[in-house]
C-alpha cells in the first residue's frame, strides 16, 4: 500500500550505452539531442530540532541552482521519507521545495514514536524551521494521505504562523476510523503497528496477507481474546495496549485533532480528497464536517472537496480499476498536477484550479462523470423512502424481503440467530479478494446471521448521491452485539456492485462515546447514520439489495455479546444473540436515499 518495488533497469542500460558508442558519427549527428529536464538538488540527513531538543530528519530537495527562496512543502510521515522520493522529485521539478521529514521515532528522526500524539507539536516545530531557511520565502505547506493527512489536520490545529495551506488526502480521523472503526476495532491494527515498530521500513511483512490471514484466522477459530492478538502475532505493543484501554472517542483521541475551537480560528486554504471506497473516508468527512460546522464563512468559502471514485491509494495515485469495478477515464486525475495548480494559487498569486469548479466536487460512477455543487448537503435535491416489508422470510438472496415505497401494515418481522461461536462465515473468507466491490461471496454466505431485501427494478437510470440512512427497529435477548448494514446495486445481468456499509456496536447505538447496554426484550430504535459516502447512477432495471447482518468476521474483532469489555471477551463468554427486526406500522423500518433529480 506505501510503497513499491521497482524492476531492475541496470541492464537496459548498459545494452542501450552499448548501442550508442557503435552508432557512426555520421549517425549520431542525425539523432536530435535529449530535451534536459529541471535538475534537482538534495540535502541529505538534514536535522530539524523539535522544541524538546529532539531532532527529526530531513532529506531536502530543491531546484537545480535554486536563485530564488521558494515556498517549501514537506510530507511529515512514519513511513520513512525515502518511500515519497518521487513525490520529491515531481514538485522540486515544478518550482518547489520539498522535505521529507520522519516523524519523531521513525527512520532516522530521534525520540520515540506514539502514533498520533506527537505530531501537532512537532509539525509546527518543522514548519516554522522550514519558514527561517535562506530556500524558504516564509510559506510552508505539506503534502500527503492517510497519516500524512492527519498530519496536516493536526498540525494546523498548532497555528504554525507559516503554515499557508494544506491539502489532506484520505485523512485518518482518531477516535473515529482509526484505531477503531465506530467504537470496533480491527486485527488490522496489529499488521500497522508491526509495519510502524522501530525505527526502519516493515513493509515486506506488511504485505504479507497471508501470515496476517492466518493469524486473524487463528484468534478468530481459537475463540481468544482480541486484547491478546499482539501476543499472538510475536510483536507484544504497548501502543496496542494503551489502545484496548481507549475503546471509544475519549480525550486520549480529542488531543490529537482540532476542538470546535480551534476549528473556528482556521483560515488558510483547505483541499480535502477522499474516495468513495477510501478505508479513511469516515476521518476525511469528519475533518470536512467539523470544518464546515465551526468554521468561519470565510474559512469555509476557501475550503474545498474532491470525491473521487477511488480507493485509499486512489486518493493520492488514481487507477481505473477498483475492486473488480472499472471507472471512466476522467476518473483519472493528475493528483500531482493539481497539487501544483493548488499550491501556485494558495502560495504565488496564481490561478485557482480550473478542476475546482465549485467548491464540491464529486464522480458519478454509471454516468463516468465529474458533477459539482456548492456544498456537500447540496448535491442531492431529493429523498427516495425505501421500507422493509416481508411475509416473515427476509433469511437469504432467495428468500428476500422487499424495499417498497409504502410501509408495512399489520404485524410484521423478521428474524436471524446470531451465535459467535459459529465459524463457518470466517472459514469462507479468503486472505485477499481483488474483486471485492463486485464479489456476492459475503452475501451468499449469511449462514442465517441476517436478513436480505430488495427492491423493486428502477424504471429509468437514477442517480444515487450523498449518505444513505437506515432505521430499524430491532428486538434482542442480549446486552450488546455488532451489526451492519451493507447496500448493493444488482444489475440487470445479475452482477453485484457494492455502493455503501455501515456498522454498529449496539451498546453505542445513542452515542460512541457513552454505552448503554441493550434492554432484553424491548423493541428499540437503531439508527444507522454512518454509511460511507457514494454517488452512482444506478441504471434502468438494476435493483437494490440491502442485507443487515450480525458482524462475524475474520477483519473485526469479535464480540461474544456479554455486554463486558468486549477486548477481553473470549469464546467462554459467548451468548447467543436472537435478534427481531420489526417493520410493522407502528414501527416503519426504512431506508432513505439521497436522489439527485435533473
Known amino acids: ?57 530531513a532529506t531536502v530537495f530543491t531546484p537545480h541552482g535554486q536563485k530564488q527562496p521558494l515556498p517549501v512543502i514537506f510530507t511529515f510521515t512514519p513511513y520513512i521519507g525515502d518511500s515519497y522520493t518521487d513525490r520529491a522529485m515531481y514538485f522540486a521539478k515544478h518550482g518547489y521545495v520539498y522535505a521529507l521529514v520522519d516523524v519523531r521515532g ?25 519558514a527561517k531557511q535562506p530556500y524558504c520565502n516564509g510559506k510552508v505547506t505539506m503534502w500527503g494521505g492517510s497519516y500524512a493527512g492527519f498530519d496536516q489536520w493536526t498540525v494546523l490545529k498548532e497555528f504554525p504562523p507559516h503554515l499557508a495551506t494544506i491539502v489532506p488526502a484520505a485523512a485518518a480521523h482518531p477516535g473515529v476510523d482509526f484505531p477503531f472503526q465506530y467504537n470496533i476495532f480491527a486485527p488490522y491494527d496489529l499488521q500497522w503497528l508491526t509495519f510502524t515498530s522501530g525505527v526502519t521500513g516493515n513493509g515486506s511483512l506488511f504485505g504479507s496477507s497471508s501470515f496476517w490471514g492466518s493469524k486473524a484466522r487463528e484468534m478468530y477459530m481459537s475463540h481468544l481474546a482480541f486484547q491478546d492478538f499482539d501476543k499472538l502475532v510475536g510483536n507484544f505493543s504497548t501502543v496496542f495496549q494503551k489502545w484496548m484501554k ?56 476557501n475550503h474545498y472537496l474532491i470525491i473521487g471514485p477511488w480507493d485509499h491509494p486512489g486518493t493520492r495515485t488514481p487507477k481505473r480499476e477498483v475492486g473488480g469495478l472499472k471507472f471512466g477515464e476522467a476518473s483519472v486525475l493528475d493528483l500531482n498536477k493539481l497539487h501544483t495548480e493548488w499550491y501556485d494559487w494558495a502560495m504565488k498569486g496564481g490561478q485557482k484550479p480550473q478542476f475546482l ?50 410501509p408495512s401494515g ?120 454512518n454509511f460511507t459516502f457514494f454517488s452512482r447512477q444506478v441504471g434502468k ?31 467462554k463468554d459467548a451468548k447467543t444473540a436472537h435478534i427481531t427486526l420489526v417493520h410493522d406500522g407502528d414501527h416503519p423500518s426504512a431506508l432513505e436515499l439521497p436522489i439527485v433529480k435533473p
Open 1 to 57: 500500500m506505501f510503497g513499491w518495488t521497482r524492476k531492475s533497469v541496470c541492464k537496459a542500460a548498459v545494452g542501450l550505452a552499448l548501442a550508442m558508442t557503435l552508432r557512426t558519427p555520421a549517425l549520431r549527428a542525425q539523432q536530435k539531442p535529449a530535451v534536459d529536464e529541471p535538475n534537482v538538488d538534495m540535502q541529505w540527513a538534514v536535522k530539524i530540532p523539535a522544541r524538546d531538543g529532539v531532532k527529526l530528519n
Open 106 to 130: 521513525r527512520g532516522n528522526s530521534g525520540g520515540e514514536f506514539e502514533p498520533f500524539v506527537n505530531e501537532g507539536r512537532d509539525g509546527y516545530d518543522v514548519v516554522e524551521w522550514l
Open 246 to 301: 481507549h475503546p471509544t472517542p475519549d480525550a486520549y483521541y480529542d488531543a490529537m485533532v482540532p476542538s470546535p475551537e480551534q476549528y473556528k480560528k482556521m483560515s488558510v486554504p483547505i483541499l480535502t480528497i477522499t474516495g468513495h471506497y477510501d478505508g479513511d473516508q469516515p476521518g476525511a468527512f469528519t475533518f470536512y464536517k467539523r470544518h464546515m460546522q465551526y468554521g468561519t464563512a470565510e474559512a469555509k468559502a
Open 357 to 406: 469548479k465549485k467548491r464540491v466536487a464529486y464522480y458519478v460512477v454509471g454516468a463516468e462523470e465529474w458533477k459539482y455543487a456548492d456544498s456537500l448537503e447540496s448535491i442531492s435535491n431529493a429523498k427516495k423512502t425505501l421500507y422493509l416489508r416481508s411475509a416473515g422470510t427476509a433469511g437469504d438472496v432467495f428468500h428476500s424481503g422487499n424495499l417498497a415505497e409504502t
Open 410 to 529: 399489520g404485524t410484521a418481522s423478521d428474524s436471524w440467530t446470531y451465535d459467535p461461536l459459529e465459524t463457518r462465515p470466517g472459514a469462507a473468507e479468503p486472505d485477499d479478494e481483488p474483486n471485492g466491490l463486485t464479489s456476492q461471496r459475503t452475501v451468499l454466505n449469511l449462514f442465517g446471521e441476517g436478513v436480505v431485501y430488495h427492491s423493486e427494478l428502477f424504471d429509468e437510470a437514477t442517480e444515487v448521491s450523498g449518505f444513505a440512512k437506515l432505521t430499524v427497529w430491532l428486538q434482542m435477548d442480549v446486552p450488546d452485539t455488532d451489526l451492519e448494514a451493507d447496500l448493493y446495486e444488482i444489475l440487470p445481468d445479475g452482477g453485484s456492485v457494492a455502493l455503501t456499509g455501515a456498522t454498529m456496536r449496539a451498546r453505542y447505538r445513542e452515542s460512541p462515546r457513552e454505552a448503554k447496554p441493550v434492554p432484553v426484550g424491548k423493541t428499540e430504535k437503531y439508527v444507522f447514520d
Open 541 to 571: 432495471g438494476s435493483r437494490l439489495r440491502l442485507v443487515i447482518r450480525s458482524m462475524n468476521s475474520t477483519g473485526a474483532e469479535k464480540n461474544y455479546n456479554s455486554g463486558g469489555v468486549v477486548a477481553a471477551e473470549t469464546g
